[in-house]
């Protein structure tokens, strides 16, 4: 079946541009030595984390306990962690079930965190792999950098149950970068911060084998610090619309789009769709403008989106669209897409050739 056929609100995804993302990523990581562990809130897709590993990925990054535990099942899946604090005995006693199957890795940025992870797994004759969670400026969750880091480090290396393994961050702020050498500058300033913390550390006599970063638009700048030993991307092997406004990707390097189908053209500047934002979500539309890119048709602008209708302001003089054409959209933030279908429908030269079930869709816990 060519894609113009499939039934439409659907999401489709190129597997030759998805193949390239993911090897491109893999090879310039490779290249400068640093380890590639993908965040898989991205896709939830076991299929797409099995390429990444394939491609030279030394593990996954999860945000939730329902997605490694879905991820857990995948064959290939060995080694995982855990970006996000763990809190509650229900999940520290999932934490620890999966710990028992595989390797664990967990984030943390208190005392308050690590205490009963500690007593749990001690009890269980288990050590758990530690992550101290580094704040840079974005100011969520995390312990900020330099000296309170290594107070946190001091006191979680003495904690029974746990093994105090390295530091990470998401350098978040990357995304309000206006051009590309702020984007740079704010990339390099994060990489050294967290080196710099993590010579800290080490320098107060405890072992450290991990200082990882993580976000898309400047996994190639951060990996380029000296002391960066991991890079943890998730974005990239769809990429989006904020990842062409960075410049970070071209509409071409995108692979995932929202195919739907023109219902309405009231007037001869407005077209319908049937997507709305229960398929595109509203992430950064009041920042952009826009619900979306239209791929391939600059003259039309999906400046509308109610839940089930996307609404598109068109050229007259350069549109003929109708009802019933086909139209290519991809997200501003394709992260929350993937989490609103149930399947993605991968295509090759426009034709259907695979259909990936979202699994840890809805793991939200």
């Known amino acids: 079946m060519l894609k113009s056929g499939l039934d439409t609100p659907v999401a489709i995804v190129d597997l030759?541009?998805?193949?390239?993302?993911?090897?491109?990523?893999?090879c310039s990581t490779r290249n400068i030595g640093v380890h590639l562990r993908p965040h898989i809130k991205t896709h939830k897709v076991p299929e797409i984390a099995n390429?990444?590993?394939?491609?030279?990925?030394?593990?996954?990054?999860?945000?939730?306990?329902?997605?490694?535990?879905?991820m857990a099942d995948t064959v290939?899946?060995?080694?995982?962690?855990?970006?996000?604090?763990?809190?509650?005995?229900?999940?520290?006693?999932?934490?620890?079930?999966?710990?028992?199957?595989?390797?664990?890795s967990v984030g943390m940025d208190s005392l308050e965190v690590g205490g009963p992870i500690s007593e749990a797994a001690q009890k269980r004759g288990l050590r758990i792999r530690v992550l101290i969670k580094v704040d840079l400026g974005l100011e969520r969750t995390g312990v900020p950098y330099g000296e309170p880091t290594v107070d946190l480090a001091k006191k979680i290396n003495k904690m029974p149950g746990l093994e105090l393994a390295g530091i990470y961050t998401h350098e978040g702020q990357v995304y309000s970068a206006k051009r590309s050498e702020h984007l740079y500058r704010l990339a390099r300033e994060a990489g050294q911060k967290m080196v710099q913390t993590a010579k800290m550390i080490?320098?107060?006599g405890m072992e450290l084998d991990i200082v990882s970063v993580g976000a898309t638009p400047s996994a190639r700048i951060t990996c380029r610090i000296p002391g960066v030993t991991e890079t943890r991307p998730g974005t990239y092997v769809f990429n989006d619309v904020a990842q062409v406004k960075l410049?970070?990707?071209?509409?071409e390097d995108c692979a995932l789009t929202v195919l739907a189908t023109v219902i309405s053209v009231p007037s001869r500047d407005r077209a319908i769709i049937?997507?709305?934002?229960?398929?595109?979500?509203?992430?950064k539309a009041a920042a952009f403008g826009t619900y979306g890119l239209v791929k391939g048709m600059p003259h039309a602008t999906l400046v509308r989106a109610y839940e089930e209708h996307g609404v598109l302001n068109?050229?007259?003089?350069?549109?003929?669209?109708?009802?019933?054409?086909?139209?290519?959209?991809?997200?501003?933030?394709?992260c929350p897409v993937s989490n609103l279908f149930d399947e993605l429908v991968g295509v090759r030269n426009d034709v259907v050739t695979v259909t990936w079930k979202v699994a840890a869709r809805g793991k939200v816990r």
């Open 16 to 26: 030759d541009i998805l193949e390239r993302n993911i090897t491109d990523m893999a």
């Open 51 to 70: 390429k990444q590993l394939e491609a030279g990925a030394i593990g996954i990054t999860c945000a939730k306990l329902g997605e490694a535990e879905v």
């Open 76 to 104: 290939g899946v060995r080694d995982i962690f855990i970006a996000n604090m763990i809190v509650g005995n229900d999940k520290i006693r999932r934490l620890l079930n999966l710990a028992e199957r595989l390797r664990i």
């Open 202 to 204: 080490r320098k107060a």
């Open 247 to 251: 410049g970070i990707a071209r509409e």
């Open 274 to 283: 049937d997507a709305g934002t229960k398929c595109l979500s509203s992430d």
């Open 314 to 334: 068109i050229d007259p003089s350069e549109s003929k669209i109708k009802v019933g054409d086909k139209l290519e959209i991809i997200p501003n933030h394709v």
